[in-house]
């Protein structure tokens, strides 16, 4: 909110791009849906890096990896942008220099998946360490309401790195 704040002024037109950005995240967490497209949520969770390029500036770099061709597929609603955000606040906040998130989706074998990788340094390490789990628990918790034992999601923790990984199956 300070960022859109502090736009009022100098950029009318970021201000405004940047409310519609955070309705749009609203929304989302205001919904009873279950599940929403891979695309729904790609789309949102663009709507959420809109917000934070605005804040971080080119401190944050995002590459995205998409196949596109899965964008109907779907996944439990607010799998990706809480991830992202995990990210971000674990990952890139605490670099001085910032640093780049990839976004990856792709078919293997009989499954979607999804993948979040960001760079850790000393400090993002110590906050990772203290950060409570409850985005990831609540993924989790979706995942297994929605297929069981057969979806995964899986962490790869190295001393550079953290990836999210969310292994769904499809139907």
Same mark, same amino acid.
């Given at each position: 909110?300070?960022?859109?704040?502090?736009?009022?002024?100098?950029?009318?037109?970021?201000?405004?791009?940047?409310?519609?950005?955070?309705?749009?995240?609203?929304?989302?967490?205001?919904?009873?849906?279950?599940?929403?497209?891979?695309?729904?949520?790609?789309?949102?969770?663009?709507?959420?890096?809109?917000?934070?390029?605005?804040?971080?500036?080119?401190?944050?770099?995002?590459?995205?990896?998409?196949?596109?061709?899965?964008?109907?597929?779907?996944?439990?609603? !607010?799998?990706?942008?809480?991830?992202? +955000?995990?990210? @971000?606040?674990?990952?890139? *906040?605490?670099? $001085?220099?910032?640093? %780049? #998130?990839?976004?990856?989706?792709?078919?293997?074998?009989?499954?979607?998946?999804?993948?979040?990788?960001?760079?850790?340094?000393?400090?993002?390490?110590?906050?990772?360490?203290?950060?409570?789990?409850?985005?990831?628990?609540?993924?989790?918790?979706?995942?297994? !309401?929605?297929?069981?034992?057969?979806? +995964?999601?899986? @962490?790869?923790?190295?001393? *550079?790195?953290? $990836?999210?990984?969310? %292994? #769904?199956?499809?139907?």
């Amino acid at each position: 909110m300070n960022t859109i704040a502090s736009l009022v002024a100098i950029s009318p037109e970021k201000a405004e791009t940047a409310i519609e950005d955070l309705s749009d995240l609203f929304r989302a967490s205001l919904s009873d849906k279950n599940l929403n497209t891979l695309g729904n949520e790609i789309e949102l969770t663009e709507s959420y890096l809109n917000i934070e390029l605005l804040r971080m500036g080119s401190r944050l770099k995002v590459l995205w990896n998409i196949d596109n061709s899965l964008n109907n597929i779907q996944i439990p609603a !607010l799998s990706l942008q809480p991830l992202v +955000e995990n990210a @971000i606040y674990h990952g890139i *906040e605490p670099l $001085t220099e910032g640093g %780049k #998130i990839h976004i990856s989706t792709l078919k293997e074998g009989k499954h979607l998946v999804i993948s979040i990788k960001n760079p850790l340094g000393k400090l993002s390490r110590k906050l990772h360490q203290k950060g409570n789990q409850i985005a990831q628990n609540n993924i989790r918790q979706r995942m297994n !309401l929605v297929y069981g034992n057969t979806a +995964e999601f899986i @962490i790869n923790d190295t001393k *550079e790195t953290y $990836t999210a990984v969310l %292994k #769904i199956p499809l139907n």
